[in-house]
């Protein structure tokens, strides 16, 4: 199956992120706009909606580090394996976030 031009570049992003670090969904947006693509946070949320089961999924949450909506749990002992920090129900932004270097 061939991905519009703009889901691919999004999974790219996701691959990218190594085990115990997370994303932001504006953050992958960032990273795919300065690769000279287009994308919005919310496009990025198309994406995984979509397509996002092929790649590490669960590491991509919102803003304030919420896992994606309906897979809660899911995501978080997915995360927690890998030993991503939490504060109570989310994501320590502040030790998980990650952003590729290029």
Request: aromatic share 6%; charged share 20%; with cysteine.
């Amino acid at each position: 199956m061939e991905l519009p031009d703009n889901a691919d570049a999004v999974l790219t992003v996701v691959e990218a992120i190594p085990p115990g670090r997370v994303m932001s969904y504006g953050a992958i947006a960032d990273v795919v706009c300065a690769r000279g693509g287009v994308a919005s946070a919310r496009s990025v949320g198309t994406v995984m909606a979509r397509y996002g089961a092929a790649v590490c999924w669960y590491r991509v949450v919102n803003s304030v580090g919420r896992t994606p909506p309906g897979h809660e749990l899911r995501a978080r002992a997915l995360l927690a394996a890998e030993g991503v920090p939490f504060r109570g129900d989310r994501v320590d932004m502040r030790a998980a976030a990650w952003y590729p270097a290029d």
